[in-house]
C-alpha cells in the first residue's frame, strides 16, 4: 500500500471509525484482564514460541545437509543449544548466588558495628538488664499468639519472666516502649538488635527462593517440552493454515509469522550482543573502584539488558547504592558517572543502530507496552513486552482494517513505511 497524495482522502480501510476505535479498546481491556488471569498457560506457551523461533535457523541449516531420515538431527542440535544457553546461565547465577550468600552476612555486621560505634561515642552506662530487643521479641511474640491486652494474670504463664507486670500493664507492646524510653541507656543494644532481624529478614527471603525452586524447575520444564513439540510440528502446522486459509488470506499469516520470526531472531540476538558488551564494560568499571559481588552486577546488567528503559536504569542503580553503603559517597558518585557514560553511549549510539530498524517501534510505545504486559504477566510480562508487540505491529500490518492502529505503534509516520518494517527481505 502506497501514501495517500497530499490533498487527497485515504481509502475507507486506512481510517478507522469510532465505532471501531471504541470496541478495540475495549477488546483490549478485556484481552488484558484474560491474559492476565490465563498467566500461567500464556506465558509458558509465549516463552517456548519465542525460543522455537530463534532456534529454528539451527534446526533448519542441519537438516538442509543430512538425508530424510536423519532430519531429527536437527532438533536435537536445535534444544542442545538451548540446553547449552541455559546451562550456562544457571552456572553464573550459582556462582552469582555463592557470592551473595558469603557477602552479605559479612556486610550485616560490619554495618552494625559500624552504627554501635558511632552509638557508643558519648554514651553512658546502662542502667537496666532488660535489653530493648528482648523486649520487642517478648512484645512481638506475644502479639502472635494472641496476647494483646486481655487482662488475664501473666504471672501464671508458664513462659512468665518474673511476678511483676512489666510496664505498660498487660499491654506488651506498650511496656515494650515504655522500657526503652525509660531506659537511660547506650543505643548500640538496639541496633544490634537491628541488624540481627535483618538478617533474618535475608534468611527467610532466601528460603521463600528456595522454596519456590521447585515450581521455577517445573516451569522451565514445561517450557522446553513446548519449544521440542514447536519443533517438531512446526511444518506441519503451516500446512494446515494453508489448507484451513483461503488462497488469497494465507500469504497474509504465512508472511507475518516469517516476519515476526526474523525480528524476534534480530531482536534476541541484537539485545544479547548489547547486553554482554554493557555488562562486561560495567564489571569493568566496577572492579577498577574495587567493588564487590562484580558477577552479580554483570549478570544482573545482562538480564536487565533485555527490558527496555526500565532495566537500564535499575541496573545502574543497584551497584551505584551498593558502593554508597560499603564505600564512601566519593566512590559512589565515580560509580555512577561512569555507568551513566556507558549506559548514554550503549543506549543512544548502538540501540538505535542495531535495534531500531528491526523493531521499528515507538520509544513511548515501548515503555507503554512495559507497564501494559508487565501489569498483565508481572517481570516475565517486562521481557516478552517487546517482542509480542513486535508480533502485533506485523499481524497488523498484513491485515487491512488494523493497519491504522499497527502505525500508530511503529516509530514510522506513513504506510510506505509501515510496509517497510513490516514486510519480508
Known amino acids: 500500500?502506497?501514501?495517500?497524495?497530499?490533498?487527497?482522502?485515504?481509502?475507507?480501510?486506512?481510517?478507522?471509525?469510532?465505532?471501531?476505535?471504541?470496541?478495540?479498546?475495549?477488546?483490549?481491556?478485556?484481552?488484558?484482564w484474560a491474559l492476565h488471569?490465563?498467566?500461567?498457560?500464556?506465558?509458558?506457551?509465549?516463552?517456548?514460541?519465542?525460543?522455537?523461533?530463534?532456534?529454528?535457523?539451527?534446526?533448519?541449516?542441519?537438516?538442509?545437509?543430512?538425508?530424510r531420515r536423519f532430519q531429527w538431527l536437527g532438533i536435537v542440535a536445535a534444544m542442545a543449544l538451548i540446553l547449552l544457553i541455559l546451562a550456562g546461565f544457571v552456572a553464573g547465577v550459582w556462582i552469582a548466588a555463592q557470592q551473595v550468600t558469603e557477602r552479605v552476612p559479612s556486610l550485616g555486621r560490619q554495618l552494625v558495628g559500624e552504627l554501635q560505634d558511632g552509638g557508643q561515642q558519648g554514651?553512658?552506662?546502662e542502667q537496666t538488664t532488660a535489653e530493648p530487643g528482648d523486649l520487642l521479641d517478648m512484645a512481638t511474640d506475644a502479639l502472635v499468639a494472641g496476647d494483646a491486652p486481655t487482662g488475664e494474670d501473666r504471672t501464671s504463664r508458664p513462659d512468665a519472666a518474673t511476678a511483676s507486670?512489666?510496664?505498660?500493664?498487660?499491654?506488651?507492646?506498650?511496656?515494650?516502649?515504655?522500657?526503652?524510653?525509660?531506659?537511660?541507656?547506650?543505643?548500640?543494644?538496639?541496633?544490634?538488635?537491628?541488624?540481627?532481624?535483618?538478617?533474618?529478614?535475608?534468611?527467610?527471603?532466601?528460603?521463600?527462593?528456595?522454596?519456590?525452586?521447585?515450581?521455577?524447575?517445573?516451569?522451565?520444564?514445561?517450557?522446553?517440552?513446548?519449544?521440542?513439540?514447536?519443533l517438531i510440528e512446526s511444518g506441519e502446522w503451516r500446512g494446515k493454515i494453508r489448507t484451513i486459509m483461503q488462497p488469497r488470506n494465507e500469504w497474509r499469516l504465512t508472511e507475518s509469522a516469517d516476519v515476526i520470526a526474523g525480528k524476534v531472531r534480530d531482536y534476541l540476538g541484537m539485545r544479547a550482543v548489547v547486553g554482554a558488551a554493557t555488562a562486561l564494560l560495567?564489571?569493568?568499571?566496577?572492579?577498577?573502584?574495587?567493588?564487590d559481588l562484580?558477577?552479580?552486577?554483570?549478570?544482573?546488567?545482562?538480564?536487565?539488558?533485555?527490558?527496555?528503559?526500565?532495566?537500564?536504569?535499575?541496573?545502574?542503580?543497584?551497584?551505584?547504592?551498593?558502593?554508597?553503603?560499603?564505600?564512601?559517597?566519593?566512590?559512589?558518585?565515580?560509580?555512577?558517572?561512569?555507568?551513566?557514560?556507558i549506559e548514554q553511549v550503549m543506549g543512544n549510539y548502538f540501540d538505535p543502530r542495531l535495534l531500531g530498524r528491526s523493531i521499528a517501534l515507538s520509544p513511548l510505545v515501548i515503555l507503554v507496552s512495559l507497564v501494559f504486559w508487565g501489569w498483565v504477566w508481572g517481570i516475565a510480562?517486562?521481557?516478552?513486552a517487546v517482542p509480542v508487540t513486535v508480533a502485533m505491529v506485523v499481524l497488523g500490518a498484513h491485515v487491512p482494517v488494523l493497519r491504522p492502529y499497527a502505525l500508530l505503534l511503529t516509530d514510522r509516520t506513513s504506510m510506505r513505511g509501515l510496509d517497510e518494517a513490516t514486510r519480508a527481505k
Request: hydrophobic content about 55%; glycine content about 8%; charged content about 10%.
Open 165 to 230: 507486670a512489666p510496664p505498660g500493664g498487660n499491654d506488651p507492646v506498650r511496656g515494650a516502649a515504655e522500657s526503652i524510653g525509660s531506659a537511660d541507656q547506650s543505643p548500640a543494644p538496639f541496633l544490634r538488635m537491628v541488624g540481627e532481624r535483618s538478617l533474618r529478614l535475608a534468611g527467610g527471603l532466601a528460603e521463600a527462593i528456595l522454596s519456590s525452586f521447585l515450581s521455577l524447575v517445573a516451569g522451565v520444564a514445561l517450557i522446553l517440552f513446548l519449544t521440542l513439540l514447536l
Open 37 to 67: 488471569a490465563l498467566a500461567t498457560v500464556f506465558v509458558p506457551l509465549l516463552t517456548a514460541i519465542l525460543l522455537a523461533l530463534a532456534v529454528i535457523p539451527v534446526r533448519d541449516w542441519i537438516r538442509k545437509r543430512v538425508s
Open 282 to 291: 560495567y564489571a569493568l568499571w566496577l572492579w577498577l573502584f574495587g567493588v
Open 381 to 384: 510480562g517486562t521481557l516478552l
Open 294 to 341: 562484580v558477577l552479580v552486577w554483570a549478570l544482573l546488567t545482562f538480564l536487565l539488558n533485555f527490558v527496555p528503559t526500565i532495566g537500564s536504569l535499575i541496573a545502574g542503580l543497584l551497584p551505584v547504592a551498593y558502593a554508597m553503603i560499603t564505600q564512601s559517597w566519593g566512590s559512589a558518585l565515580a560509580v555512577g558517572a561512569g555507568l551513566l557514560v
Open 1 to 32: 500500500m502506497h501514501d495517500v497524495p497530499p490533498g487527497e482522502t485515504s481509502s475507507k480501510a486506512d481510517r478507522p471509525t469510532l465505532y471501531l476505535t471504541l470496541m478495540t479498546i475495549v477488546a483490549v481491556v478485556l484481552s488484558g
Open 123 to 125: 554514651s553512658v552506662p
